[in-house]
C-alpha cells in the first residue's frame, strides 16, 4: 500500500468513528501532496454542504467528480449541494446517476423527492416502488408515495396508505414527524400533536384554548428603539433576527423591494446582548426595534416577530407581513395582497410536506390588521410565550404555533383564514412568477428559472 493510500484508509477510518477533525487533518495533508484527490475534495464539499455554503461545495465536486477515481458518493452529494442552493433541476441529474449505480435506500428517497417536487410523480412512485421491495413498510417510501398519488389525484390510494403509515410503531423522530404529519392530514389533530409533543413544543385541546386566554399575563420583553410612522396605512414587513442576520441580509431585502416593492417598508426587531451601535446600521429611513437578552436563541430570533405582533397592530393601525430576513422581493407584494380575497390573516400552508413541523410556513404570515387578526395574533404570541417563559421552547415554535392556531381557527365561520398563494413564496426552483424568493442558499441571487 502506497502513503496516499494509507492516509485515505486512515482518515476514512477516522470518519467512521466519528472523529471529523482528525480526520480533516489527515485529508488536508492528502490534498498538499494532491490537490485534486477526489475522496478528500468530497471530504470537504460535505462540510461545505453542512455549512450551508453551496457553491464552495459544487466546486470541489466538480473537481472530485473529474477523477477517475472518484467514489460514485460525489455524485450523491452533488444532488444535495445542488438541490440545497436551489437548482432543483440539475440535481436530480445527480440523484437520478447516483441512483442507477448504488440502487440503496437514501439515494432512492432523494431521487422520488426531487421527482415530486419537479411533478414528475409517475417516475417518483415506481422509484419508490422499486426500494419498497426491498424496505416493506417504510415510513418514508408510504408517505411519498402517498403524496405522489394524492399530487396525481389518487385521493383513494393516497388516503389508504396514510391509514397504512397511522398504524406503524417503534418509530425514530423523524418517523414520528412524518406519522404525526399524516394524523394531521386525516383530520386527528389532537392525536398529531400528542404524539409530537415530547420532540416539538406543542399543546393541543383545553391546554391550548387556557393558553390563548391568558395573553395579557405573559411577560413580554422590554422594547427599544422606534416604532414605524403610524400615519403610513400600507403594509409593513417585520423581521426579527441577531446582528449578524441584519448585516448579512437586510441590504439584500431592501435593495430587492427598492426595485420591486416601492412603497413597502420594513421594521428590524433586533435581538442582541448589549445596545446596538445605531450609527453602523444603515436603515434606509427603515425603523428599527430592539432588547437586550443575555441568553441570545436562534430560536427566539426567529419567533420574536411572531410574539410582537400584537403590540405593533394595536400600535400602528396597519397590516403587517411577517417575513424572513434572508427573503428577496421580487415582485410588488402589496399589488399581489389587493389582488388577494378579503381575509383577516393569511397563511401559508405546505400541504404537500410530510412532516408535522413543516406543514404551514413561517417564512411569511399577512395580518389584515383588523380585530379577528388582531386575535389570532395574541393566539399565537401566546401559544409561544408560553414555552418562552418555562425555557423550554424549540426550533420549529412559530411553525407550531401557527399550525395549532390556523386548526383552532380555521373552520370558525367567524374568522376568515385564507391560504396564500403557492407563488408568493419560493424555496427551491426560483420561478420567475413566484413574489417571494427565500432559502439560506446563494442561488436565490441568479436570474429566474422560466
Known amino acids: 500500500m502506497d502513503k496516499t493510500s494509507a492516509d485515505l484508509e486512515l482518515a476514512l477510518s477516522l470518519v467512521k468513528n466519528g472523529d471529523d477533525k482528525g480526520a480533516a487533518k489527515v485529508f488536508r495533508k492528502i490534498l498538499k501532496e494532491n490537490e485534486k484527490e477526489p475522496i478528500a475534495l ?13 457553491k464552495n461545495a459544487i466546486h470541489l465536486l466538480k473537481q472530485a467528480l473529474k477523477s477517475k477515481n472518484c467514489r460514485a458518493s460525489a455524485l450523491f452529494q452533488m444532488g ?14 445527480f440523484y437520478s446517476k447516483y441512483y442507477f449505480i448504488s440502487h440503496d435506500y437514501k439515494a432512492a428517497i432523494s431521487y422520488a423527492d426531487v421527482l415530486i417536487k419537479l411533478s414528475k410523480n409517475n417516475e417518483a412512485i415506481q422509484v419508490l416502488n422499486q426500494i419498497e421491495l426491498k424496505y416493506p413498510r417504510n415510513m418514508k417510501i408510504l408517505s411519498l ?3 405522489a398519488y394524492k399530487i396525481n389525484g ?9 391509514k397504512e403509515i397511522i398504524k406503524l410503531e417503534d418509530l425514530n423522530p423523524e418517523e414520528t414527524l412524518i406519522k404525526s404529519g399524516t ?4 383530520g386527528l389533530i389532537d392525536e398529531s400533536l400528542k404524539i409530537v409533543e415530547n420532540n416539538l413544543n406543542c399543546i393541543y385541546g383545553d391546554e391550548l384554548k387556557n393558553t390563548i386566554s391568558k395573553y395579557k399575563y405573559f411577560n413580554q420583553p422590554t422594547i427599544h428603539g422606534s416604532f414605524p410612522q403610524k400615519e403610513k396605512k400600507n403594509p409593513l414587513i417585520l423581521v426579527s433576527c441577531n446582528l449578524d442576520y441584519y448585516q448579512q441580509y437586510f441590504k439584500n431585502l431592501l435593495s430587492s423591494l427598492n426595485k420591486n416593492s416601492r412603497t413597502t417598508d420594513i421594521h428590524v426587531h433586533l435581538i442582541s446582548r448589549e445596545e446596538p451601535n445605531l450609527s453602523l446600521l444603515n436603515l434606509y429611513n427603515n425603523s428599527l426595534t430592539w432588547e437586550i437578552d443575555d441568553c441570545l436563541s436562534n430560536v427566539k430570533f426567529a419567533s420574536r416577530r411572531y410574539t ?5 397592530l394595536n400600535k400602528l393601525n396597519r397590516p403587517i407581513i411577517v417575513l ?15 389582488n388577494l380575497p378579503d381575509f383577516d390573516v393569511a397563511m401559508y400552508l405546505r400541504e404537500n410536506e410530510i412532516y408535522i413541523n413543516q406543514k404551514l410556513a413561517a417564512g411569511i404570515c399577512i395580518f389584515s390588521n383588523s380585530q379577528n387578526s388582531i386575535l389570532i395574533s395574541k393566539a399565537i404570541a401566546s401559544y409561544i410565550l408560553y414555552f418562552e417563559e418555562k425555557k423550554i421552547d424549540k426550533w420549529f415554535i412559530d411553525q407550531m404555533a401557527l399550525t395549532a392556531i390556523h386548526n383552532l381557527y380555521s373552520n370558525n365561520t367567524e374568522f376568515n383564514i385564507i391560504n396564500i398563494p403557492k407563488y408568493f413564496l419560493d424555496w427551491d426552483v426560483y420561478r420567475s412568477e413566484s413574489l417571494i424568493w427565500t432559502s439560506k442558499g446563494n442561488n436565490k441571487y441568479l436570474p429566474p428559472k422560466d
Not at 154 to 162: P, S
Not at 308 to 312: D, E, N, R, T
Not at 327 to 338: H, Q, T
Open 42 to 54: 468530497e471530504f470537504f464539499a460535505v462540510k461545505e454542504i453542512r455549512a450551508k455554503n453551496f
Open 154 to 162: 389518487n385521493e383513494n390510494l393516497a388516503i389508504k396508505l396514510k
Open 308 to 312: 410582537l405582533l400584537p403590540i405593533f
Open 80 to 93: 444535495h449541494a445542488l438541490r440545497d442552493s436551489g437548482k432543483i433541476l440539475q440535481a436530480e441529474q
Open 324 to 338: 424572513d430576513i434572508d427573503s428577496l422581493v421580487k415582485k410588488d407584494i402589496e399589488e399581489a395582497i389587493k
Open 183 to 186: 394524523l394531521m392530514d386525516l
Open 145 to 147: 408515495k402517498s403524496l
